[in-house]
Nanobody, 116 residues
């Protein structure tokens, strides 16, 4: 089993920044991918960004150039630096970890609200 602990959400004004963190612990051999998804009210959960073993990253088009994902392998932790936030970024952000290549784990979610 894998446990995920998220932190860093909150309320921020448009144009502001937040940094999300997600630390994985538990029993697993290796992590294939770590990433962040988000879900706004009435919308489906969508990929924001992920980082695959080896360092390849993927970003949603809506966040390219504003968000940066990074990973500390020694700490089994993934970070999402979010800059130039706008109200459309408001959502619950969920950490996702894939171990092996098929075992998906989700964090409890952290609320990000962008509002003046």
């Amino acid at each position: 089993q894998v446990q995920l602990v998220e932190s860093g959400g909150g309320l921020v004004q448009p144009g502001g920044s937040l940094r999300l963190s997600c630390a994985a612990s538990g029993s697993f051999f290796s992590i294939y991918a770590m990433g962040w998804y988000r879900q706004a009210p009435g919308n489906q959960r969508e990929l924001v960004a992920n980082i695959i073993s080896g360092g390849r990253t993927n970003y949603a088009d809506s966040v390219k150039g504003r968000f940066t994902i990074s990973r500390d392998n020694a700490k089994n932790t993934v970070y999402l630096q979010m800059n130039s936030l706008n109200p459309e970024d408001t959502a619950v952000y969920y950490c996702n970890v894939v171990t092996g290549t098929t075992n998906n784990y989700w964090g409890q979610g952290t609320q990000v609200t962008v509002s003046s």
